[in-house]
């Protein structure tokens, strides 16, 4: 039989999932998930008659207080915000849903929604839980639940990006955005942006980093070009997969200095996303395992 050490193994990829896109960040999310563990020692698993379920709940329960916790530091927090960026393997863009989920435009979104609504979205939207099994996540009746999802689907619908699910095309637009940017070829450059193309930086208020998004493609192209120039070509480049999407982390010497991701919707870059806070950047060298 299958002991609760063997059950909670099984599913917790799936819990860090829930909890980071509640958290937003892969460190806390990990807090949640050791915590959830220490609550599931305390249960009889063998009694659980949906430990999928159960250990949702845990975790979802966790991570809430977690994030109303650190409401006051998000408000006081120093120039625009971004989740902390995970590493995943290649193949994490193949499953549709949870490669939108964790991408950063979606984590910006769910930002903007409340505790609850955004735990409830995702539990919904990302995870397939039925509502009563939500509303024993969140502390609600089933009603309730539902009505939160409906008011948070409207939200996230009304505010999403488009997300292009082909992950080969995106990295092909992405290495050729990329060797524009290095290049210095700001028309090149220009010609791969969208026209209402995003950029965002974090420095966390603890490095230099551009204060508010820079919007529009010839303000971004400029404002890449100009960072080339500043150093970016001295420092080594490493390609990857964050968050589902292409992605570079770039290195001063042994020091990882920024992680920057690529986000692509028709063919075209329409966010760049650049962290810089050494605190979201600690933990990077680990590869995270998602799922739902």
């Known amino acids: 039989m299958t002991g609760p050490a ?7 990829s799936m819990l860090f ?3 980071y896109e509640i958290l937003g960040s892969a460190v806390d999310a990990e807090d949640a998930v050791q915590d959830s563990y220490l609550r599931w020692n305390a ?3 063998d009694e659980v008659e949906n430990p999928r379920s159960y250990l949702a709940r845990i975790v979802t ?9 650190s409401a006051r530091r998000r408000e006081e927090y120093v120039g625009s915000w971004l989740p902390e960026p995970i590493r995943v393997d290649a193949d994490a863009a193949s499953d549709v849903v949870l490669a939108e989920s964790i991408s950063m435009a979606m984590l910006l979104v769910l930002e903007t929604l409340g505790p609850d609504e955004r735990a409830v979205f995702v539990l919904r939207e990302v995870f397939g839980f039925e509502y009563r099994e939500i509303a024993r996540c969140v502390g609600r009746t089933e009603a309730s639940a539902r009505q939160v999802a ?7 619908q009304a505010r999403r990006r488009r997300f292009d699910p082909d992950p080969v095309l995106a990295q092909q637009v992405a290495e050729a955005f990329l060797a524009a940017t290095l290049g210095g070829d700001v028309q090149a450059l220009m010609d791969l ?3 209402d193309v995003v950029e965002i930086s974090d420095g966390g208020g603890k490095v230099s980093a551009a204060r508010r998004p820079v919007v529009g493609r010839e303000r971004v192209a400029r404002y890449l070009s100009g960072l080339v120039r500043i150093g970016v070509p001295q420092m080594r480049l490493e390609p990857m997969a964050c968050n ?9 010497g042994d020091r990882l200095d920024c992680v920057l991701l690529v986000e692509v919707a028709d063919a075209l870059v329409s966010g760049v996303y650049i962290v810089r806070n050494p605190d979201k950047l600690a933990a990077f060298a680990r590869s995270r395992e998602t799922a739902r």
Do not use: D, G
Request: charge should be positive; proline fraction near 5%.
């Open 61 to 69: 329960r966790v991570a809430l207080n977690q994030l109303r916790s």
């Open 150 to 156: 409906h008011r948070a689907r409207e939200h996230v």
């Open 193 to 195: 942006l969208a026209p």
């Open 17 to 19: 999932t829930i909890a």
């Open 244 to 252: 589902a999407m292409p992605a570079v982390a770039i290195y001063s």
């Open 43 to 45: 249960v009889r698993a």
């Open 6 to 12: 063997e059950m909670f193994a099984e599913y917790r």
